[in-house]
């Protein structure tokens, strides 16, 4: 969003950043702070680093947007000042107890609820429309939907620390953080930075269910939980699913284990609210779900995004992890699914609960007409 005020000379907000802050608060908003968005920063070479070294997986747009993600105004050159707003989604329920419900697939908190960036874009339309009214001045709004490094601008902003999980900690709120940008022409008063709190923690690394960080403040997404059941297309590697557990969409660990998380809150908004028949469902019920049935249960939701193919492969990583044979029959029917992805993970489940002989004869029956070679390479396996 761009919003302009031409023939009008900018200038600086005349009613200060106070307000701007009070009315960020007033939307509903935890925390809102300022940055200079023309300063030098570190973070465009440690970007650099993570896709020179192939952490970024096959997000390919990583490295296509890289030029432009390397500086705030590489991205917009007019841009002086970035109000950064954060909002609060810590969930109710312990993520990590979760994680002991084998029967039952673990969506990510901040996916089970309705997707965040709509819930945000409204909110800080109306905030960036308020700072183009006082300062005459161009905006601009993102919530993560743009080659903007947002974690970056808040740590400048004073918002938080990026932790040695990568992520946003707050002294305020935790590790539970949704986060929102408006970049603006206008040369507003910046904050403080936030200063490094983590000391000699290293919770969030020692969690790590398959060592997904090299070292601290460093992230491999090739490891990463969260990658492999969100953003990772195809057939996921052997060494990681047994550790993917009962996740089948995302991963919480690293930030529900940080200790200031004894300072969040859940939102207060009902729009960001945990939805119960997203959050934990059982796994039975997830694997008969059709591309039908997926798109209405995770209907506005960012599991949608994902697709049903990829969510089912997860769902049935979960069912082989959980070491219950009465979810064999679940498995066993999707060994005819149309997605290969699914019927793969379909043959791995069985190996997993079935006993040798049974599994034996199940691929007796069934490998011979498997078509396609990733397929015939879990029955091979």
Not at 50 to 64: D, K, Q, S, T
Not at 241 to 257: K, M, S, T, W
């Amino acid at each position: 969003m761009r919003i302009s005020r031409k023939g009008v000379k900018p200038r600086v907000a005349e009613t200060g950043e106070a307000k701007i802050k009070a009315k960020a608060r007033a939307l509903g908003f935890d925390a809102c702070g300022v940055a200079d968005a023309r300063a030098a920063w570190e973070a465009g070479a440690r970007l650099a680093n993570f896709i020179a070294e192939g952490r970024h997986a096959e997000m390919a747009w990583l490295e296509e947007t890289q030029e432009r993600r390397a500086h705030p105004t590489a991205m917009w050159p007019d841009a002086k000042s970035a109000i950064v707003v954060a909002t609060n989604y810590a969930p109710e329920e312990d993520s990590l107890a979760l994680l002991d419900e084998k029967q039952r697939g673990i969506v990510s908190a901040y996916a089970a609820r309705r997707d965040y960036h709509d819930v945000l874009k409204g909110r800080l339309k109306e905030l960036a429309q308020a700072v183009a009214r006082d300062t005459n001045a161009e905006v601009k709004v993102f919530v993560d939907t743009a080659p903007l490094m947002e974690k970056p601008l808040a740590q400048r902003a004073g918002i938080g620390w990026q932790g040695k999980h990568t992520n946003l900690v707050s002294r305020t709120h935790g590790s539970w953080l949704f986060l929102g940008t408006v970049l603006t022409s206008a040369a507003l008063t910046a904050d403080e930075a936030s200063a490094d709190h983590c000391g000699a923690c290293r919770a969030c690394l020692d969690i790590c269910p398959t060592n997904a960080f090299p070292a601290p403040y460093q992230l491999d997404a090739r490891r990463c939980i969260a990658y492999l059941t969100n953003e990772h297309p195809g057939v996921i590697p052997r060494e990681f699913r047994e550790a993917i557990g009962n996740r089948v969409y995302g991963c919480d660990d690293c930030l529900a284990i940080c200790p200031w998380n004894k300072f969040a809150q859940a939102s207060a908004d009902a729009r960001l609210a945990v939805r119960g028949d997203l959050r934990a469902p059982p796994l039975a019920e997830l694997a008969t779900l059709d591309d039908a049935a997926f798109r209405a249960r995770f209907a506005g939701a960012p599991v949608k995004r994902s697709g049903r193919a990829r969510f089912v492969r997860n769902v049935l990583i979960a069912i082989g992890n959980s070491g219950d044979r009465a979810l064999a029959p679940v498995a066993e029917k999707l060994l005819a699914d149309s997605e290969p992805l699914v019927r793969g993970m379909a043959v791995w489940a069985l190996a997993r609960l079935l006993d040798e002989p049974a599994f034996a004869a199940l691929k007796l029956a069934r490998a011979a007409r498997e078509s396609d070679p990733s397929v015939r390479e879990e029955w091979g396996a």
